[in-house]
T-cell receptor, first 113, second 113 residues
Framework: EPEVTQTPSHQVTQMGQEVILRCVPI?????FYWYRQILGQKVEFLVS????????KSEIFDDQFSVERPDGSNFTLKIRSTKLEDSAMYFCASNLGFTYEQYFGPGTRLTVT | GDSVTQMEGPVTLSEEAFLTINCTYTATGYPSLFWYVQYPGEGLQLLLKATKADDKGSNKGFEATYRKETTSFHLEKGSVQVSDSAVYFCALSQSGGYNKLIFGAGTRLAVHP
């Protein structure tokens, strides 16, 4: 069964460093998403992406964040200068677009020290 | 804005007990409603969904009915198993499968033999 994959599973970085979280969505899906879950809190929407552009973003997704689909298979989330409060589990998801189901990856745990 | 409220956990049950996890929502219009499950160390998996009022979603013995009059989507299972131990998330999405998911806080279920 097709699945969304994410790498790395755990990333440790120092405050102020740039990180790139990588996702490979399901191959025929058209819509892509990033969510995050700070430990003990809700899963929060960050951004959705369709047709090579952002379709919606949340207040969390400020200028420090960016997304890209560089090669037609990967979908990346970049945080330019990480802060302690960026420590969270980051989930990628994808959707065929004509169903109501978003398929989630296993997540990347980001720890900012 | 739209929001989802779930009962707080953890919920601890013995095997074969009846499960109810309450979920209520606040939203404009007619959102679609979902239950996602997260097993330890894994990503979010769609458990069931309902896209209009009075619809019943069901999967793996779990059921939830979309009640517009009470703005609720409570999750039930008649006889839980140890393997059902996980975190359960209620979520909504405005019409269109590509729209962002808004999650509740999650309810941890622990089932003991």
């Amino acid at each position: 069964e097709p699945e969304v994959t994410q790498t790395p599973s755990h990333q440790v970085t120092q405050m102020g460093q740039e990180v790139i979280l990588r996702c490979v969505p399901i191959s025929n899906h058209l819509y892509f998403y990033w969510y995050r879950q700070i430990l003990g809190q809700k899963v929060e929407f960050l951004v959705s992406f369709y047709n090579n552009e952002i379709s919606e973003k949340s207040e969390i997704f400020d200028d420090q964040f960016s997304v890209e689909r560089p090669d037609g298979s990967n979908f990346t989330l970049k945080i330019r200068s990480t802060k302690l409060e960026d420590s969270a589990m980051y989930f990628c998801a994808s959707n065929l677009g004509f169903t109501y189901e978003q398929y989630f990856g296993p997540g990347t745990r980001l720890t900012v020290t | 804005g739209d929001s989802v409220t779930q009962m707080e956990g953890p919920v601890t049950l013995s095997e074969e007990a009846f499960l109810t996890i309450n979920c209520t929502y606040t939203a404009t219009g007619y959102p679609s409603l979902f239950w996602y499950v997260q097993y330890p160390g894994e990503g979010l998996q769609l458990l069931l969904k309902a896209t209009k009022a009075d619809d019943k979603g069901s999967n793996k013995g779990f059921e939830a009915t979309y009640r517009k009059e009470t703005t609720s989507f409570h999750l039930e299972k008649g006889s839980v198993q140890v393997s059902d131990s996980a975190v359960y998330f209620c979520a909504l999405s405005q019409s269109g499968g590509y729209n962002k998911l808004i999650f509740g806080a999650g309810t941890r279920l622990a089932v003991h033999p």
